[in-house]
């Protein structure tokens, strides 16, 4: 176990300690967070709250990371133990894979003060919520889900900035006080994002074809390419931008992506469904050679995405 | 038919002019260069060659589209006539879409000056490479494909900056002359790019995979939204930074696009299929569960996409 200190005038109470943290807390500037998870998510969040609230306590597996963190800047403190980061916080941010973020819940009820807000980061959330509802009823559940990230992962490839202007989705439950839910909103508006407040399903359905599906379609591609023309050096050299930007979500990290399509399987099966018969149709109309027909359905489809993207 | 003139020190020969061109130019310098169709790709490629030759003369069906070519000092002189543009010009660059490239190879043989140098910026090269054989003997005839441009089009858009850094294939033909090759290559250098020679078939089938493959993934990616999650109006606000930039070729002009998707029917066709399968084993994955197979399918496909872009 490292405990560990940003050498600064944040005072920041320890376990040993025999201070209380009170039980309904209003607002984010008197808070202590800790952020379970110092990769990219989870530190960028840590650097984008650190200076919003009373302080922000790291918890990671790998004391490396914690240094990493401390030295840019972007937690108060940190600790390898669970129980010691979460112990005295009134607010606790799951920042790790899904299917982790899972063994969290089932874990950590017990170690939470009273009221304390438990906030998630993952990308799915149905499966989050059914967890949260089985948490201690002096925990406060709220499932959320940042729209924002890059291909890198890591502590190293943190920045507060990526939550900027982003959907921050959060997903509460039946048993999910307002206080509690106001609480989440003011963080994440404190970080930048613009709080969407729908349900777990809903969420499920929606980032199925908006965000799993064209990781999966940028792996196919990637797989494509790597199972024909890549063996020809030229191919490496006319890769252009649109093959680039097509491809860019195949970078994203593999554990992550791993637990988000076990943990939303069914909503990725719909949709890659719904893409292949819409690939099919292409096809034909290529393979049919009738141009006039080929214009209005690709206009049809470039309209659209100008509807998406003014 | 308007012929215009840019308002500068710049003389260049109009029709009227009783001057010959040197039937054998060595250098870009000493060249007059005729761009015939002023969108992104030929008004960009005009306002990087003008300060790098003797003279641009632009080529357009519209008044308006040379009036702006000229206002944004593009070109040095504007024709809507083919022929005017042409006759005095010793390098003539299409760079209308693929169709119309080849009505005007099948036309212009005669309008053109003895080993004039005649290129194309088609993005599919096996069709206008046989229209390009079909020339007239004291034409020098190469085909070329920038691999670079944006989703907007129209001379606008235009900036001769999209060419710098980007590869650009030339496909020569059995007859086309060393000399005739160097000053392609030379032009495309003067913009910033890098010449790849690589006969057409062989452009073909790779831009088919990492290129006109992607179009069509992006658009049936926007398909598959407006058929399913754009009724929500929740679906707009959580399109993250991985749909976009999946999406953003589906913006590309569609005339060119359509151009090309006819142009290179069989090898678009092959790629797709490949594609479907890759997709197909993707889904089986999902749909099996197995977190430790996923894991290691999605992280080959990851190693893969580094290696490209390191």
């Known amino acids: 176990m490292t405990s560990v200190r940003q050498q600064d005038h944040h005072q920041v109470p320890s376990t040993n300690d025999n201070c209380h943290v009170p039980h309904t807390i209003e607002s984010l500037e008197e808070s202590q967070i800790a952020i379970v998870g110092l990769g990219l998510m ?34 108060d403190h940190g600790t390898t133990s669970l129980s010691e980061g979460v112990s005295q916080s009134n607010v606790v941010v799951l920042a790790t894979p899904v299917r982790v973020i899972l063994q969290q819940i089932a874990e950590i009820g ?41 291909e ?21 439950l039946p048993r999910t006080s307002e206080q509690a839910l106001r609480l989440g909103r003011e963080l994440v508006e404190a970080v930048g994002s613009r709080p969407l407040v729908i349900s777990a399903e809903r969420q499920d359905f ?15 591609l990637v797989a494509t390419a790597d ?3 890549s063996t020809d050096p030229a191919a490496w050299k006319i890769v252009a931008g649109g093959y680039r930007d097509t491809t860019r979500v195949a970078g994203s990290d593999v554990t992550m992506m791993t637990d988000i399509l076990l943990t939303n399987r069914d909503e990725v099966l719909a949709a890659v469904n719904v893409f292949q018969r819409q690939i099919d149709r292409l ?28």
Do not use: W
């Not at 530190?43 to 240094?67: E, F, K, Q, Y």
């Not at 006039?292 to 993207?309: F, G, K, P, S, V």
């Open 227 to 229: 199972a024909t023309t």
């Open 110 to 150: 017990p170690l939470l003060p009273a009221e304390c807000l438990l906030l998630d980061l993952g990308s799915t959330k149905t499966r989050i919520v059914q967890a949260m509802a089985e948490l201690p009823d002096h925990v406060q559940p709220l499932g959320g889900h940042p729209m924002c990230g890059k």
């Open 152 to 172: 890198m992962s890591g502590i190293e490839a943190a920045e507060p900035n990526i939550y900027r202007g982003a959907t921050f989705i959060l997903t509460p």
């Open 206 to 220: 929606l980032v199925g074809t908006v965000s799993h599906l064209p990781y999966l379609m940028a792996c196919a």
């Open 283 to 310: 096809a034909q109309l290529v393979e049919s050679g009738d141009g006039e027909q080929m214009r209005d359905a690709l206009n049809q489809i470039r309209q659209e995405r100008l509807r998406m993207y003014p």
């Open 42 to 75: 989870g530190g960028s969040l840590a650097g984008g709250l650190r200076h919003r609230c009373r302080s922000v306590v790291g918890v990671a597996r790998r004391p490396d990371s914690i240094a990493v963190a401390l030295e840019r800047g972007l937690i």
